[in-house]
């Protein structure tokens, strides 16, 4: 049995729920990769081991897969909070922002403009920059500022013009957090007759998604970011699909949203991410009667408070380390924290870190615009992420870590 919290976010109780935190790191490693709860596996094991088939609705096993399916998109439209006939399933966010950058460019040629942020993991990066050269449009870039890690609304407005086609922009910086203005961003694209693209990856793990709220018409995100299996998911209004016509097979299904997934969908995983969405609704322990999506907005909004209050601990005691610089200095950003010490490979830190039980990665985490625009190269830094199981005994492991590695400290 689990045991009860008393607190509305029992960070004990949520643990408990973790298998793999029983091997004992301290796993700072979230951004790259969440931690899995054991409900969110006991629904993958379930759905292989159980007669499925692929969907349809004559057999119990073809009813099972489409269940699970349906399930899914129900789901990730309360975690985003859209019409679920919007949610699209596929590989990864890098897959399908390929897949819909070959579809939405089918209509670009020379002249039209795509806007990209230095901000962004280049999988909202290059799936543009090569769609545009395909089709001979221009590629656009918006600087964020490398001391303030802000991506300001009008650097973006200034390189949006008539001809702008797509603003692709990330909802949060997966090297150093910042959380840029969606609205106004969503604003300037739409007033010029452009898509808004929004890269949701790492910031759906961190703060509760409202995509008509951000002004995104195209939204991508990964479930095991956020507690869930590996695979990706887009989310889009259902009449803007009903406009697009993906590459696909010519006996697939020409329906909405079925039309752009490529092949059999993987519904061992569907169903793992249905679970994470149920898990995720659960963290602080609400009122059941009320929808997912309410228990979703009061999870959401302990988990914050969760995260912000460690890293009230936690950043302090690393920016007072001698020869740290750390690069997460935006206003709103996500509890992920980039530092480089002085005269110190990152590398050489993250092997220290990990002989201390500290699992905290360095590099550029494909954010490759971005750590060269933070004067990182190919390099980068070492990159700390919280996350829901996230203790202040992790938190206390890291800071010693850290201190005792770089010598700082009594
Ligand atoms: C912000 C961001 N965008 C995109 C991706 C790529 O996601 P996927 O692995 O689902 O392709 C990542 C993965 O780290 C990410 O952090």
Known sequence: MAPRGSSPFDVDRIRWHFPALREGAAHFDGPGGSQVPDTVASAVVETLTSAISNRGAVTPAERRADRVVLEARAAMGDLLGVDRGGIVFGRSATELTFHLARTLSKDWGPGDEVVVSRLDHDANIRPWLLAAEAVGATVRWADFDPATGELPVDVVEAVVGERTRLVAVTAASNLIGTRPDLPAIADVAHAAGALFWVDGVHATAHVLTDVPASGADFWVCSPYKFLGPHHGV?????????????DKLLPSSDAVPERFELGTLPYELLAGTTAAVDFLADLALTDPSRSRRERLATSFAALEE???????????????????TAYSNAKRRTPTLLV???????????AALAERGVNAPAGNFYAWECSHHLGLGATGGLRMGLAPYTSAEDVDRLATGLEEICGAGG
């Open 234 to 246: 887009l989310a889009a209004a259902p009449a803007l699909l009903e406009t697009l016509h993906p």
């Open 306 to 324: 969760h995260e912000d209050s460690l890293l009230a601990t936690l950043e302090p005691r690393l920016r007072a380390i001698p020869g740290l």
């Open 340 to 350: 480089t010490v002085e005269g110190r490979d990152p590398q050489e830190l993250r």
